[in-house]
């Protein structure tokens, strides 16, 4: 596992995109390059800055499929609290030259949850899987919705949300956790676990628990992203903020092996 430890967001956001970047231009086969894109106020830094790089013709996004981690179940599209929402209004909308059938979204308006998350992971298989997975963490260690005791081995499906999760996410929904819907569709622990690369975005200091389970804490249901010592190509950005928990021979060993710049 690598870990990438930044002065600050903005700085880590920028390692995050440059290296998201190196990896789509290196891709020099006709198939696309497959990327998984989480949601929540962790990617928004990435996102701007790989727009700025696709405006500014830097970086095209004309050969990549997208896959995004999750959606709330029963929130539609125009709902400004809804992951496809999010994602066009962070993203999408902002890159020239994404094509709109490239783009991959589980549908929380289905009137059949099971067959669209069996056909959410029909669809990745039929590329070739995942090459590169950016995900989020939830303070508890959730990556993308799936919640402490979802399964390791876990594939898309319906998910339900804990207290603790609605509570944080009622941010977003005026502060009202009953708001936040109690169910969303989610790729599974194992659906990310199966991507070529995974690279997880952790910052604050609220995250400062989740990075010490993730990257010392013995491998658990309890905290799903423990799932990413497993995984040969692992990579967590992080902040200063974040590494708060760490014991000091951990923070000190990743600056010393990353500081040839391996880039
Ligand atoms: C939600 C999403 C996760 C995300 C997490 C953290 O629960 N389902 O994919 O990682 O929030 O969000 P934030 O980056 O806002 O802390």
């Known amino acids: 596992m690598r870990v990438i430890i930044q002065d600050n967001y903005d700085k880590m956001c920028k390692w995050a995109a440059d290296y998201i970047a190196s990896k789509i231009r290196a891709h020099k086969e006709k198939r696309p390059f497959v990327l998984g894109l989480p949601t929540g106020s962790s990617p928004i830094g990435v996102y701007r800055e790989l727009s700025r790089m696709?405006?500014?013709?830097?970086?095209s996004f004309a050969n990549v499929v997208t896959f995004n981690m999750d959606e709330y179940l029963g929130l539609p599209r125009t709902h400004d609290q809804s992951y496809w929402y999010f994602m066009h209004d962070n993203c999408f909308d902002h890159l020239v030259d994404m094509k709109p059938e490239n783009i991959n979204i589980l549908n929380g308006m289905t009137d059949d949850p099971e067959r669209e998350c069996r056909?959410?992971?029909?669809k990745i298989a039929s590329y070739g899987g995942i090459d590169l997975f950016m995900g989020g963490i939830g303070v508890d260690g959730?990556?993308?919705?799936n919640e402490?005791?979802?399964?390791?081995?876990?594939?898309?499906?319906?998910?339900?949300l804990t207290t603790d999760t609605r509570i944080v996410n009622s941010r977003f929904f005026g502060n009202d956790p009953e708001a936040v819907p109690s169910q969303a569709l989610s790729v599974g622990v194992g659906t990310v676990f199966d991507s070529?690369?995974?690279?997880?975005?952790?910052n604050g200091h609220n995250k400062a628990r989740a990075l010490a389970a993730t990257v010392?804490?013995?491998?658990?249901?309890?905290w799903t992203c423990s799932a990413l010592q497993y995984h040969n190509g692992a990579i967590i950005a992080c902040d200063e903020a974040?590494?708060?928990e760490l014991t000091?021979?951990?923070?000190k060993y990743f600056l010393d092996i990353e500081r040839a710049e391996r880039l």
């Open 54 to 59: 696709n405006r500014e013709g830097e970086l």
């Open 242 to 244: 974040a590494c708060g």
């Open 148 to 160: 402490p005791f979802t399964s390791l081995a876990s594939r898309t499906g319906v998910r339900n």
């Open 196 to 202: 070529k690369e995974v690279l997880i975005l952790i």
């Open 119 to 122: 056909e959410y992971e029909a």
């Open 142 to 145: 959730h990556i993308a919705f």
């Open 216 to 222: 010392e804490g013995a491998v658990s249901q309890k």
């Open 248 to 251: 000091v021979d951990t923070y």
